[in-house]
């Protein structure tokens, strides 16, 4: 059985950074597609970033573009999330998700079958 487990998030002042992984395990295939979303108390679920795994090709919420970078090992099937200058509008619980299904490669939560339990990752003023 597939399973995703985040982790690197934590508490940081505005303008910091912190870097979130995704282990990913239970298959050896890699993803066709993975992504982070986050979620503030009150408010939808956003997807953050995405990234088509076999050519690398990403996408971002307008909210971050220029500010967080999503990448991957291949090998070890884990996409990371680099979160610079943060503020303190990105607090929230952040979640990798992850599909192999193929098809569109996007930040549509419906799109993703499998899910990781988040981590809280919160950014002081």
């Known amino acids: 059985q597939v399973q995703l487990v985040e982790s690197g998030g934590g508490s940081v002042q505005a303008g910091g950074s912190l870097r979130l992984s995704c282990a990913v395990s239970g298959t050896t295939y890699r993803p066709y597609c993975m992504a982070w979303f986050r979620q503030a108390p009150g408010k939808e679920r956003e997807g953050v970033a995405a990234i088509y795994s076999r050519a690398a090709v990403t996408n971002y919420a307008d909210s971050v573009k220029g500010r967080f970078t999503i990448s991957q090992d291949s090998a070890k099937n884990t996409p990371y999330l680099q979160m610079n200058s943060l503020k303190p509008e990105d607090t929230a619980m952040y979640y990798c998700?992850?599909?192999?299904?193929?098809?569109?490669?996007?930040?549509?939560?419906?799109?993703?079958?499998?899910w990781g339990q988040g981590t809280q990752v919160n950014v002081s003023s």
């Open positions: 998700a992850a599909t192999w299904r193929v098809g569109a490669c996007n930040r549509e939560a419906a799109n993703f079958g499998s």
